[in-house]
T-cell receptor, first 113, second 115 residues
Framework: KAGVTQTPRYLIKTRGQQVTLSCSPI?????VSWYQQTPGQGLQFLFE???????NKGNFPGRFSGRQFSNSRSEMNVSTLELGDSALYLC????????????FGPGTRLTVT | AQSVTQLDSQVPVFEEAPVELRCNYS??????LFWYVQYPNQGLQLLLK??????LVKGINGFEAEFNKSQTSFHLRKPSVHISDTAEYFC?????????????FGTGTLLAVQP
């Protein structure tokens, strides 16, 4: 099976712009989660989608949003970018059933200047 | 709520020496436990997982971990490390029977293997 794919791998944006990141889960996985990784804050949960519905959301401002499509692919959007949004954004998908281990993609490295 | 503590931010070790990376967790409900590894400029790779049953679980690349319920620990071990094991290692939990798949991560331990 192909792994989780994320596009683009690298992105440079300017403050105030918006960005959309894409994630394709492993075939058969219906749950997709997003995480932000920074040197200062570590790995932080952004949100999780299951069957096109947001099932859980982390403590991030409303500028961070996401969605999931009927084929389980997911996108996350960050509007009005700030310098502090520079991070590695990781997407993970989970198979149905416990223990719901997550399989991660390579990440998108976002740099905001 | 769950939390994960990895007390060692960095563990230096010589090649072919044994290593233990420590992980303690706190939770009011039962949890599933995981160890992930992250190589530079890459995503996280699942090393091993604990669901139930035998407290010693074996993973990829020669790693194993032992679950200790009384000490709420899930330490990762390898009897002989290689240079290629240099990476960051994350311990994580998911609440058993929870409505979501939210992973709670520790802060990570950088394993630095020296020749």
């Amino acid at each position: 099976k192909a792994g989780v794919t994320q596009t683009p791998r690298y992105l440079i944006k300017t403050r105030g712009q918006q960005v959309t990141l894409s994630c394709s889960p492993i075939s058969g996985h219906r749950s997709v989660s997003w995480y932000q990784q920074t040197p200062g804050q570590g790995l932080q949960f952004l949100f999780e989608y299951f069957s096109e519905t947001q099932r859980n959301k982390g403590n991030f401002p409303g500028r961070f949003s996401g969605r999931q499509f009927s084929n389980s692919r997911s996108e996350m959007n960050v509007s009005t970018l700030e310098l502090g949004d520079s991070a590695l954004y990781l997407c993970a998908s989970s198979p149905p059933g416990p223990p719901y281990e997550q399989y991660f993609g390579p990440g998108t490295r976002l740099t905001v200047t | 709520a769950q939390s994960v503590t990895q007390l060692d931010s960095q563990v230096p070790v010589f090649e072919e020496a044994p290593v233990e990376l420590r992980c303690n967790y706190s939770s009011s409900v039962s949890v599933y436990l995981f160890w992930y590894v992250q190589y530079p400029n890459q995503g996280l790779q699942l090393l091993l997982k604990y669901l139930s049953g035998s407290t010693l679980v074996k993973g990829i690349n020669g790693f194993e971990a032992e679950f200790n319920k009384s000490q709420t620990s899930f330490h990762l071990r390898k009897p002989s490390v290689h240079i290629s094991d240099t990476a960051e290692y994350f311990c994580a939990v998911i609440a058993y029977g929870g409505a979501t798949n939210k992973l709670i991560f520790g802060t990570g331990t950088l394993l630095a293997v020296q020749p």
